[in-house]
């Protein structure tokens, strides 16, 4: 199995609601990633997740809150967007988190949100 | 800072070779990746290169590295139909953070 699995694939919701993006692998990745894409523009790294505990926070707004249950799950809570907001959210993951090592990293398909 | 910069459009015809190419900055990279994006798809790593190589090759793939003038290339031969795609270029940021630095994506356009 060398997939990373996102749900759902769409989303749309109001600048009220609260929604949970989420995020599953069996390779026995321990490093987890979120990336944020808007259309016809390259990856925006937004957290990281290195066994388990969270390592890196590209100065994300407060409104996206990540989550990591265990060394398979990633999950991101989501309130309070705006319509800026509005992208691609690709989750990845790695062997181990990328430092030296040439870690390739496991991009899932990713959801497709929508904020109204 | 670092940057990676790539021309955005390429079109070309089935069969004939496609070359992508892409510039950095940094010229402590250890490691140079080329990712495919498909429509509605994420990212695919297709190959990744060493600073210290100046060529690896990957079937119909062949990657080339000018690190003194910090220029990456990606040559697909033979290419197809199936390789339309967005292709992105992408270093290894400087530091044990991991964190890659993309380039703002080639988009590859094959005609029949």
């Known amino acids: 199995d060398t997939e990373v699995t996102q749900t759902p694939k769409h989303l749309v919701m109001g600048m009220t609601n609260k929604k949970s993006l989420k995020c599953e692998q069996h390779?026995?990745?321990?490093?987890m990633y979120w990336y944020k894409q808007k259309a016809k523009k390259p990856p925006e790294l937004m957290f990281v997740?290195?066994?388990?505990?969270?390592?890196i926070n590209e100065s994300v707004p407060s409104r996206f809150s990540p989550e990591c249950p265990n060394s398979s799950l990633l999950n991101l809570h989501l309130h309070a967007l705006q319509p800026e907001d509005s992208a691609l959210y690709l989750c990845?993951?790695?062997?181990?988190?990328?430092?030296?090592?040439?870690?390739?990293?496991?991009f899932g398909s990713g959801t497709q949100l929508s904020v109204l | 800072g670092e940057d990676v910069e790539q021309s955005l459009f390429l079109s070309v015809r089935e069969g004939d070779s496609s070359v992508i190419n892409c510039t950095y900055t940094?010229?402590?990279?250890?490691?140079l990746y080329w990712y495919k994006q498909e429509p509605g798809a994420g990212l695919q790593l297709l190959t990744y290169?060493?600073?210290?190589?100046d060529m690896k090759q990957d079937q119909r793939l062949t990657v080339l590295l000018n690190k003194k003038d910090k220029h990456l290339s990606l040559r697909i031969a033979d290419t197809q139909t199936g390789d339309s795609a967005i292709y992105f270029c992408?270093?290894?940021?400087?530091?044990?953070?991991?964190?890659?630095?993309f380039g703002q994506g080639t988009t590859l356009q094959v005609k029949p």
């Open positions: 990845a993951s790695s062997q181990v988190p990328q430092g030296r090592r040439r870690e390739k990293l496991f």
């Open positions: 390779m026995g990745h321990r490093a």
């Open positions: 997740y290195s066994y388990e505990k969270l390592s």
């Open positions: 940094d010229s402590s990279s250890t490691y």
């Open positions: 290169i060493f600073s210290n190589m």
């Open positions: 992408a270093e290894k940021g400087s530091g044990n953070t991991g964190k890659l630095i």
